[in-house]
């Protein structure tokens, strides 16, 4: 089976400052990692994948992650945040094997950027 | 093109009741996944259709259901209401044919409230 932990439930920041959501996951089988913002009252929105190839991945809105292997680490940084980018934030993965939309996602964490 | 849409958006139903959710995929997307999401739970895999075919399964109780149409629109169905089912039910599309990398598309949810 597979599981998600973000690290952390909530992170507060201020404004311009960097800041770094923690992702780690179980699984014995080869896994794509995926990261998703949501906003008050709307649904989810993907802000990276990675599926394969270079570990660093960048995404939309200045987010970057890095898959480590070794660790089972998916980490979502952004180097200076802005206000807008207060949200909650999930961390998620699926199995790389066979025909599947089941997305199994982390607790979530909340980012809260402080002017 | 438009989005993934969902309706209704909020509801309220009483225990003991059934409810029908209703989600129309991104032009083209033939896989539709539902999503509970829950302060408690967090976000749980329902289940996932694919040409009007049940693909995949969460581990919810027979109460839960869903059905997906030729024009890939779904439905889920939950009968017997019980107040935990509480919860804002979000649905996803995506084409369907990646093998887990296909990125899901998800709609802004209907809130569910059970008295």
């Known amino acids: 089976a597979q599981s998600v932990t973000q690290l952390d439930s909530q992170v507060p920041v201020f404004e311009e400052a960097p800041v770094e959501l923690r992702c780690n996951y179980s699984?014995?089988?080869?896994?794509?990692l995926f990261w998703y913002v949501q906003y008050p009252n709307q649904g989810l929105q993907l802000l990276l994948k990675?599926?394969?190839?270079?570990?660093l991945v960048k995404g939309i809105n200045g987010f970057e992650a890095e898959f480590n292997k070794s660790q089972t680490s998916f980490h979502l940084r952004k180097p200076s945040v802005h206000i807008s980018d207060t949200a909650e934030y999930f961390c998620?993965?699926?199995?790389?094997?066979?025909?599947?939309?089941?997305?199994?996602f982390g607790q979530g964490t909340t980012l809260q950027v402080k002017p | 093109k438009a989005g993934v849409t969902q309706t209704p958006r909020y509801l309220i139903k009483t225990r003991g009741q059934q409810v029908t959710l209703s989600c129309s995929p991104i032009?083209?997307?033939?896989?539709v996944s539902w999503y509970q999401q829950t302060p408690g739970q967090g976000l749980q895999f329902l289940f996932e259709?694919?040409?009007?075919?049940?693909?995949n399964k969460g581990n919810f109780p027979g109460r839960f259901s869903g059905r997906q149409f030729s024009n890939s629109r779904s439905e889920m169905n939950v009968s017997t209401l019980e107040l935990g089912d509480s919860a804002l039910y979000l649905c996803?599309?995506?084409?369907?044919?990646?093998?887990?990398?296909?990125?899901?598309?998800f709609g802004p949810g209907t809130r569910l409230t059970v008295l």
């Open positions: 996803a599309s995506s084409l369907g044919v990646g093998r887990g990398t296909d990125t899901q598309y």
């Open positions: 699984s014995s089988v080869s896994v794509y």
């Open positions: 990675y599926l394969s190839g270079s570990t």
């Open positions: 998620a993965v699926t199995l790389s094997e066979g025909n599947t939309g089941k997305l199994i």
């Open positions: 032009s083209g997307h033939r896989s």
């Open positions: 259709y694919f040409s009007e075919t049940q693909r």
